[in-house]
């Protein structure tokens, strides 16, 4: 089973609008982290923004926001404000337990920004 | 800026020579890092795991006598391509953790810039 499904392959939004993109996960651990994940043409992976399994606060860093539905599983990210920039592939990750830094990707939503 | 440096950003080798893609930690130490493949449009897959002064731990289906990974200081971790084969080109890219943060910036898995491999 997958473990990270990002259920949009591409996603469109035009400049200035907020879009979301959507991420489920699948665990049977307590403890669990999620990422969120940019990257640009250029290939790099830029970290946007982590949600760990025990914050009762949703994660936001600037554009960026997660809604995090622990009971739904769910982790979308929310980029307010779309920049064209903000066109890139982007990846939901997740960390299962506390003592490993290894993730496990979804298959990507490339974002296309428009004017 | 950049935390994490991978080299060479891409390489265009033969069938049959081996490639070697370094990362490395700039001004923090990593005793692990991760080193993870892309093929054209799809998502990251881990390879293996780099520890230092100890061998890698490889994920299933991943080739150790194909893909030498070597951990020798606190700085730097290696990934040999052996006997490239057209079937290896591919997106590679390392990550590691910056020690010490707090939070969120704890959380932070820092990446390469990776490194596009094509095997003629």
């Known amino acids: 089973a997958q473990k990270i499904t990002q259920t949009q392959p591409g996603m469109f939004v035009q400049e200035k609008e907020a879009v979301t993109l959507d991420c489920t996960y699948d665990?049977?651990?307590?403890?669990?982290?999620l990422f969120w994940y940019k990257q640009p043409s250029s290939g790099e992976m830029i970290f946007l923004i982590y949600q760990g399994s025990y914050d009762e606060q949703n994660a936001t860093e600037g554009r960026y926001s997660l809604n995090f539905q622990k009971a739904r599983k769910s982790a979308n990210l929310v980029i307010s404000a779309s920049q064209l920039g903000d066109s890139a592939m982007y990846f939901c990750a997740m960390r299962e337990g506390s003592n490993t830094d290894k993730l496990i990707f979804g298959t990507g939503t490339r974002l296309q920004v428009f004017p | 800026g950049a935390v994490v440096s991978q080299h060479p950003s891409w390489v265009i080798c033969k069938s049959g020579t081996s490639v070697k893609i370094e990362c490395r930690s700039l001004d923090f130490q990593a005793t692990t890092m991760f080193w993870y493949r892309q093929f054209p449009k799809q998502s990251l897959m881990l390879m293996a795991t780099s520890n230092e002064g100890s061998k890698a731990t490889y994920e299933q289906g991943v080739e150790k006598d194909k893909f030498l990974i070597n951990h020798a200081s606190l700085t730097l971790s290696t990934l040999t391509v052996t006997s490239a084969h057209p079937e290896d080109s591919s997106f590679y890219i390392c990550?590691?953790?910056?020690?010490?943060?707090?939070?969120?910036?704890?959380?932070?898995?820092?990446f390469g810039s990776g490194t596009q491999l094509s095997v003629l």
């Open positions: 665990t049977s651990d307590q403890s669990y982290g």
């Open positions: 990550s590691a953790r910056v020690p010490g943060g707090t939070g969120s910036l704890n959380e932070k898995l820092f």
